[in-house]
Nanobody
Framework: QVQLVESEGGLVQAGGSLRLSCAAS????????MGWFRQAPGKEREFVAA????????TYAASVKGRFAISRERAKNTLYLQMNSLKPEDTAVYYC?????????????????WGQGTQVTVSS
């Protein structure tokens, strides 16, 4: 099993920045691709960003491209999400996830492990 723990989110003003981290423990050798998803109240969980097992490939949802950056440090078993130019519509619970697949995975159902989620609130 793999355990994923996100850092604390927070309350940020529109236009501000926030960095989330996700620490992995357990059978981390089984992890490959990782990603971030988010879920706003009353909405389905949606893809935000993903990174390949090697870290060499990334992909983003259109709504965050150019504002968010995903990265990982394999030696520390840590995933990051740098969020800049935040908007009120970015308000959601953010989840990190890990897949046994090595590629860039945008599909929620292909992730095997999930964190508990962390709240990010962007005020206008």
């Amino acid at each position: 099993q793999v355990q994923l723990v996100e850092s604390e989110g927070g309350l940020v003003q529109a236009g501000g920045s926030l960095r989330l981290s996700c620490a992995a423990s357990g059978r981390t050798f089984s992890m490959n691709g990782m990603g971030w998803f988010r879920q706003a109240p009353g909405k389905e969980r949606e893809f935000v960003a993903a990174i390949s097992g090697s870290g060499g490939s990334t992909t983003y949802a259109a709504s965050v491209k150019g504002r968010f950056a995903i990265s990982r440090e394999r030696a520390k078993n840590t995933l990051y999400l740098q969020m800049n130019s935040l908007k009120p519509e970015d308000t959601a619970v953010y989840y990190c996830a890990a897949s046994r697949s090595g590629g860039v995975t945008t599909t929620l159902g292909l992730y095997d492990y999930w964190g508990q989620g962390t709240q990010v609130t962007v005020s206008s």
